[in-house]
């Protein structure tokens, strides 16, 4: 499957934004499916998972509460809402999907659990 992600872009501390991941094909509702980003220095960060459903969510500690991941299966596009953004959440946001199932949440929190990675989108918050 291949990823785009989008969405990104300058913001205020405070304010808002939705990133957008656009994937091929009709195969969308069996990955799982998760954002990451990283900041500059910084290895990449679990931000979100959604499972194919979209019925079971993990947050990061540092986006718990702000931000909401969910998933349009008939239009094949994940979406990370995000709200009260702080200038520490500047970083390229990444989306990316796993064709696996595993029982361990933790799991679903490495990079490494990912088959398929979208080229990142850039999130700047200004204070």
């Known amino acids: 499957v291949q990823l785009q992600a989008s969405g990104g872009g300058l913001v205020q501390a405070g304010g808002s934004l939705r990133l957008s991941c656009a994937t091929s094909?009709?195969?969308?509702?069996?990955?799982?499916m998760a954002w990451f980003r990283q900041a500059p220095g910084k290895e990449r960060e679990f931000v979100a998972f959604?499972?194919?459903?979209?019925?079971?969510?993990y947050y990061g500690e540092a986006v718990k509460g702000r931000f909401t991941i969910s998933r349009d299966n008939a239009k094949s596009t994940l979406y990370l809402h995000m709200n009260t953004l702080k200038p520490e959440d500047t970083a390229v946001y990444y989306c990316?999907?796993?064709?696996?199932?595993?029982?361990?949440?933790?799991?679903?929190?490495?990079?490494?659990?990912?088959?398929?990675w979208g080229q990142g989108t850039l999130v700047t918050v200004s204070s």
């Open positions: 959604i499972n194919r459903s979209g019925g079971v969510t």
């Open positions: 990316a999907a796993d064709r696996t199932y595993n029982d361990d949440s933790a799991y679903y929190t490495a990079v490494s659990a990912y088959d398929f």
């Open positions: 094909g009709r195969a969308f509702r069996i990955y799982q």
